[in-house]
């Protein structure tokens, strides 16, 4: 599958370049104030439909929550297993102030 994935892009690529090969090519003959005139038409078209796409798109379906217990130790309703984690601070000196020892 991925082989195929790889093939679409460059087909892609090919037929993007070909394009604009075909475009450039069109807007020399034309010449240079009608090139500049569809220019600014495309791009404007280029920009609005950049604005309203996400309106015009239909909404996705808001995503379920996975309602299962995950169990302990990771947020579940059992007691947390602390061994493994990387980053843990106690504070074991009874009042409300925090005490950085380096060692």
Known sequence: ???DNRTAVKAGRVVALLVLAVLAAYLYTVG????????????G???LAALLGPYLMPARPPAVADRRDPGPGLGGSGPYDMRNWQAVQINQSGDNHQKNEFR
């Open 32 to 43: 240079l104030e009608k090139a500049k005139t569809l220019a600014a038409i495309g791009g």
């Open 45 to 47: 078209f280029i920009a």
């Open 1 to 3: 599958m991925a082989r």
